[in-house]
């Protein structure tokens, strides 16, 4: 029997009651679809991932990649789920009806990328890299790159990655050394190396296309001469037929988790032979590759709250049917134990897990239908929705993956020993989880975004956009006498974060950026409970409206529950921000006034 590992009914709450993905069919770009295909595809996505990707779960966890003879060798089951994810149409889900896709909505193509993450997050990567991959050649390519490279990549045949990292460069993407020399024959020639690239190099692909970051000779200096290429494993000869490109396989890393998909070390053109096809313009590579960046952050918000939602299921289960102890108010040993949800503090736990995941699945659920306003709208309308979407980008990445990791570690307490043991998968969630705060940015790299670029741009303009739209939540809540409490505690919650905002504006006019991102971390974390507390409210207005329908009294518990989960994150959640402000508004530089000398033995 295939284990609980996602709420159908909780994803069609947040699609239809809170984001109302139906009325996006009333725009032209989404008219070919209705309720009921929405809903048939979130079925067949429950289908796959039920047959397909969770019965091979465990399996490559414990069977990972191996580098045999200059080529990765992975599960099985991943040249079968590329071939079924490319047959389906799972990769071009969000590709636009002329170039063979199925235009759907992003709140349903993320919902489905969710229930994927969820059963098996290792093998969602594959398809999911592809997805993004082809649409950056889509994007900014020519013509003849999409038609060399996309249809493969789409059908599942073909891998995409990113290949941005490097080892002396990191995150600091203006430090990378790899080139390109320009040959005049329509290729330039790749040189350097590549680090930690998922689904780098595996044979359940015939080849692999990296969307590649590179400077071309005599580029200007830093991120303002990088350049975006494809580059394949192997490349077509003159007379069609694929020949290795010089791109070689040099390491696998042994990862702590996300052990199902490789990691690899790549060498680019050790026999100064590895051929690359420019995309777009010379020299606009990181913005082009900000995009697939920005979506990929998105997705590992998702990835982070689909786990953490997998491992709440777990741990739930786990809790009705694990008997121990008796009530605190019944000691006789001769009663029968009672199963351990009962107790107070195990209903916390689970309590917490429930409101970090359903929250964190809203926010999620905002960005997308965000980017469908994008999509929908003509341009003197998008700006809006474009401004609120580059705000909340790095929160949508950063509290799901760092309350992840706190969910999941609440669902292995809720365990006890067993949970620490690999006889039960919340132990393989655990580790699975830990490289979203990781990956795509670091959680310090989001805060630096979201304080040094976001809150600031346009004179703020994002920020006071976010500000409104609570707001405008709160308006709404206020008229429901149930909601009034914890719409005046956003309230209140909202104008402490304006004014840490307006504080740290004051700081980084005195002292400088230093000063004023020393802490921006914590910045994030603060706006990161604020924005979850506000998807609570917004979920609370849907229930509240619910309950007010006869019909829709004999769900009582599914939203009574969610009433209590608001009820917790309002009481236990939002009072942390409290602290951070209390932290924030002290200024005192405490982290750059530390030296290195002071780190002493």
Known sequence: ??????????????????????????????????????????????????NLLYPVFTEMDRNPPELVDGQVKVHPSVKTIMKEFGKGGWITGRMPYEHDGNQLPHLIANACEFIFAAANYSAGVYPGLCAGATHLIESFGSQELFDTY?????????????ALTEPEAGSSLADITTTAEPTGQGYYLIKGQKIFISAGDHDGAENIVHLMLVKIKDAPPGVKGISLFVVPKYRFDEKGGLIPNDVTTSGLFHKLGYRGCPIVQLSIGDKNNCRGWLVGEPHNGLRYMFQMMNQARIGVGIGAVAIATAAYYASLDYAKTRHQGRSIAKKDPALPQISIIEHAD??????????????????????????????????DRKEKYQL?????????????SEMGIESISRGLQCFGGSGYCDDYPIEQ???????????EGTTG???????????????????????????????????FPELRPFARQMGESLTTLENVTRHLMQIFMEKGAEYYLADSTLYL??????????QWLLQGIAVRKALENDSNKTEQA?????????????????????????????????????TTELFND
């Open 1 to 50: 029997m295939v284990a609980k590992f996602v709420s159908e009914r909780n994803l069609k709450f947040l699609l239809y009651e809170v984001f109302d993905a139906e009325s996006l069919t009333g725009y032209n770009y989404y008219r070919e679809h209705n309720r009921k295909a929405f809903d048939m595809i979130i079925k067949e996505a429950l289908k796959l991932s039920k």
């Open 150 to 162: 996309a249809p493969r990549m789409l059908a599942g045949k073909w891998q995409g990655t990113m």
């Open 346 to 379: 195990v209903k916390r736990m689970l309590l917490f897990q429930k409101a970090v995941v359903e929250g964190s699945l809203s926010l999620i659920m905002q960005c997308s239908k965000y980017v469908d306003m994008i999509t929908v709208l003509p341009d």
């Open 388 to 400: 609120l979407l580059e705000v909340l980008t790095p929160v949508a990445k950063s509290y799901p």
């Open 429 to 439: 969630y655990y580790r699975d989880a830990r490289i979203h705060p990781i990956h």
């Open 445 to 479: 790299i989001q805060g630096m975004d979201l304080l040094g670029r976001k809150v600031v741009a346009q004179n703020g303009r994002a920020f006071v956009l976010f500000i409104n739209e609570v707001r405008d939540t709160i308006t709404i809540a206020e008229g």
């Open 525 to 534: 974390e603060l706006f990161g409970i604020t924005a979850v507390a506000w």
């Open 558 to 594: 599914f939203y009574s529950g969610k009433f209590i989960a608001l009820r917790y994150f309002f009481g236990y959640e939002l009072p942390k921000t409290r602290g951070l402000a209390e932290r924030l508004l002290t200024g005192d530089g405490l982290t750059v006034e530390m």
